[in-house]
């Protein structure tokens, strides 16, 4: 690598190549580094080919530089506003233990409830 990059820098490039795990990245002639699949946006991507393509000029921040192996990893979704969570449950959760109350008292009797009863029919 001629030029040294630093974790949190962040840097714009041009993608060069897109296989099934990630995206490659020009930082610049002689360097590039790879944007990993889950590394490219929040959520699910199932085709990379949907969010970038080659010769794009994308931002991206440098995640982590490996000098020994001459790996770069890259994160175009850390440059991302991370979206509001999906808050589906506003109501409170039942918890089990209510839901088994509810069933009891919908016609579940314990047999202490039931054993009175069967001594008064027993005796008729």
């Given amino acids: 690598m001629t030029k040294k990059y630093v974790a949190g820098e962040e840097l714009s490039g041009k993608v060069t190549g897109i296989q099934p795990y990630g995206a490659f990245v020009a930082l610049d002639d002689e360097t590039q ?5 889950s590394e490219i946006t929040y959520g699910f991507v199932k085709d990379i080919h949907e969010f ?3 010769g794009q000029e994308v931002n991206v921040k440098v995640l982590e530089v490996d000098d020994r192996a001459g790996k770069i990893s890259l994160s175009i979704r850390a440059l991302m506003e991370e979206p509001p969570s ?3 449950d506003e109501r409170p ?13 919908e016609g579940f009797n314990s047999l202490k409830d039931k054993l009175q009863d069967w001594i008064e029919k027993s005796g008729q």
């Fill in 33 to 37: 580094g790879l944007v990993h699949i």
């Fill in 52 to 54: 970038l393509t080659v």
């Fill in 86 to 88: 999906n808050k589906k």
């Fill in 93 to 105: 959760r039942k918890s089990l233990q209510a839901s088994v109350n509810e069933r009891d008292a």
